[in-house]
């Protein structure tokens, strides 16, 4: 069966395989479908309110009793410059002026908030079996109270240096988040993604540096590259791309033909949506200003003057201003029921394990 059953033992799944919090194109349902599968459900909490995540959270624990994974960012706030996003704004204008839109017109403000007191209060109230954190973790009083709520935490690790840490401040489980993943980087030691190693060549280095177990991430979207993962030394793997398709995403239906059509070239590292490198499928706005662009506002503001854009293309049926964070594996992605997807995925990768020790 699986070399390595210490996420199965530590999460109480079936499978050790995590869906990946994909903020803005999931919720509960996507959550449930997965956990029916046998995965741990991740829900991204960094775009909603607490209030909002309380009521996801009750739903899916209707519908499903399964461990559920809550996921948070913690990057440090910047707050907004005025000067670089009327700068980013006047960049912009040609694309407003197309779409017939007004540039001058106030804007709402994008909505990507760090964990804090309100988050960590919501966890201690819902217990959830496992808390994640991208871009680090955060401060040492609000962990302490997530683990005191008797919490799993994971933190995603770009570099060996990130994974080091984050077991020297606390993480149970190490996601090793490889240059192929799709979406926004979690690298918080590092800003170089120049220097990024991809899957292969990070999840190695990471089970060999640290103690806890790790889960792979990136360009893994089937059996063969879970059964790789294992190999080489992972416990598990986190996957996101391979489920855009799946009926329960909120992915709408411009953004899922451009998922069916990506191809192994498709997707590019970009600053261009939010002001932090992620990897998405490239579309005209990523193409045309970036796909790394020095007028980008700091995270998350260079998605405020991209709001409006991407409200009046996706009303015309074009993803031109739309994130499409989406893994090098896209393409292997299918459109299948969640849970079938899940079960499909394990199995080809338990006969793939099965051959390699045959």
């Not at 261009?272 to 005209?284: D, H, W």
């Not at 790394?292 to 009046?312: E, N």
């Amino acid at each position: 069966m699986w070399p390595d059953r210490r996420l199965i033992d530590l999460f109480k799944t079936e499978f050790p395989i995590v869906l990946a919090p994909m903020a803005g194109i999931m919720d509960a349902d996507l959550v449930i479908a997965a956990a029916q599968g046998g995965a741990l459900g991740s829900l991204p909490c960094a775009m909603i309110s607490a209030e909002k995540a309380r009521e996801q959270v009750n739903v899916i624990r209707q519908r499903v009793s399964a461990p559920v994974n809550l996921n948070f960012f913690c990057h440090k706030p910047v707050e907004a410059d005025p000067a670089r996003e009327a700068g980013w704004k006047s960049r912009l204008s040609s694309y407003y002026r197309d779409l017939g839109l007004d540039p001058a017109a106030p804007v709402a403000a994008a909505n990507r908030a760090p964990f804090d007191e309100a988050m960590c209060a919501l966890v201690e109230e819902l217990k959830p079996e496992v808390v994640s954190f991208h871009f680090g973790l955060p401060e040492p009083r609000l962990l302490k109270r997530v683990k005191a709520a008797g919490c799993i935490v994971m933190s995603s690790a770009t570099i060996v240096r990130e994974a080091i840490w984050l077991e020297e401040n606390g993480a149970d489980v190490i996601i090793a988040q490889g240059a192929e993943a799709g979406g926004h980087r979690g690298m918080f030691l590092t800003d170089n993604i120049a220097e990024q190693p991809g899957t292969f060549a990070l999840v190695p280095q990471v089970a060999d540096a640290v103690k806890v177990p790790v889960i792979a991430a990136g360009g893994i979207a089937d059996g063969r590259g879970i059964a790789a993962a294992f190999a080489l030394g992972a416990a598990g793997v986190q996957i996101g791309s391979a489920y855009l398709r799946c009926p329960e995403s909120k992915v709408i239906a411009p953004a899922r033909a451009a998922l069916a059509q990506a191809r192994d070239d498709s997707t590019v590292i970009t600053n261009v949506m939010t002001g932090r490198p992620a990897r998405g499928v490239a579309n005209r706005v990523m193409r045309e200003v970036g796909p790394i662009s020095p007028d980008a506002p700091a995270f998350p503001h260079s998605a405020t003057a991209l709001g409006p854009l991407k409200t009046a293309a996706e009303k015309l049926g074009k993803v031109d201003f739309t994130n499409l964070w989406a893994g090098q594996a896209v393409r292997l992605g299918r459109e299948m029921p969640a849970s079938e997807l899940t079960r499909a995925l394990a199995g080809a990768a338990l006969a793939r394990l099965s051959q390699m020790a045959g």
